[in-house]
C-alpha cells in the first residue's frame, strides 16, 4: 500500500505533528526500556500494526536493509556485552527504525513540512528536510543501479565508492 492509497485511512487524518509525536515516543520508550521480554512486546506490536495498515512487504525490505546494521550491533555488542545486550541493542535499533518506517509511510514531505512550519519551524530548516527526504528515494534509485553494474564487469569495491557521481545523477533526476 502507498501513501496515495491510504488516503481516507485514520492515520491520515491525524496531523503530522502528531504522527511525528506518536514515533518518537514509541523510539523512546523502546530506548528506555531495559528488559528483553518486554522490548520483544514492543517490536511485536508495533509489527502488528505495521502490518494491519498493509506494509508488510516494505516493511520486509525496510528489515532486509537493516539486518547488516542489526548484525554489526550484536557483533560490537557481543565483543563488549554478554548477550542480552547485543539482543536487546538490536531489537532497540529495529522498534526505533520501525517506528520511524511507519512515520514515513503514512506522512507526506510535504505535510510534514507545511506542519512544522505553522509551528513556528523556521521555513529554510523544514524547506531543508523536505527536500532531503524527497532526495532518499532518488539516491536509493542511483545506489542499486550503480551496484547492478558489477554483475556486468565493474567490481562492486569500485562502484562502492562511486557517492560523487551518484549525486550529482540524483540531483540532475530531482
Not at 539486518?67 to 554478554?82: E, H, N, P, R
Amino acid at each position: 500500500m502507498t501513501l496515495r492509497q491510504a488516503q481516507g485511512k485514520f492515520w491520515q487524518n491525524l496531523d503530522p505533528r502528531t504522527r511525528l509525536v506518536i514515533a518518537a515516543a514509541f523510539a523512546i520508550l523502546a530506548m528506555l526500556t531495559n528488559r528483553l521480554d518486554w522490548l520483544a512486546v514492543e517490536l511485536a506490536s508495533l509489527t502488528a500494526v505495521i502490518v494491519a495498515l498493509g506494509f508488510g512487504r516494505a516493511w520486509l525490505r525496510w528489515m532486509r536493509l537493516l539486518a547488516v546494521a542489526g548484525g554489526v550491533v550484536v557483533v560490537v555488542s557481543l565483543l563488549a556485552f554478554d548477550l542480552v545486550t547485543a539482543l536487546s541493542t538490536a531489537l532497540r535499533l529495529v522498534a526505533v527504525a520501525s517506528a520511524f518506517f511507519w512515520f514515513f509511510q503514512v506522512t507526506a514531505p510535504e505535510d510534514l513540512g507545511d506542519a512544522l512550519v505553522h509551528s513556528g519551524v523556521p521555513y529554510a530548516f523544514a524547506f531543508i528536510l523536505t527536500a532531503s527526504i524527497q532526495f532518499v528515494p532518488v539516491v536509493a534509485r542511483s545506489w542499486q543501479t550503480s551496484g547492478m553494474r558489477s554483475g556486468h564487469g565493474v567490481s562492486a569495491w569500485k562502484s562502492t565508492w562511486r557517492v560523487c557521481p551518484i549525486t550529482r545523477r540524483s540531483w540532475r533526476r530531482c
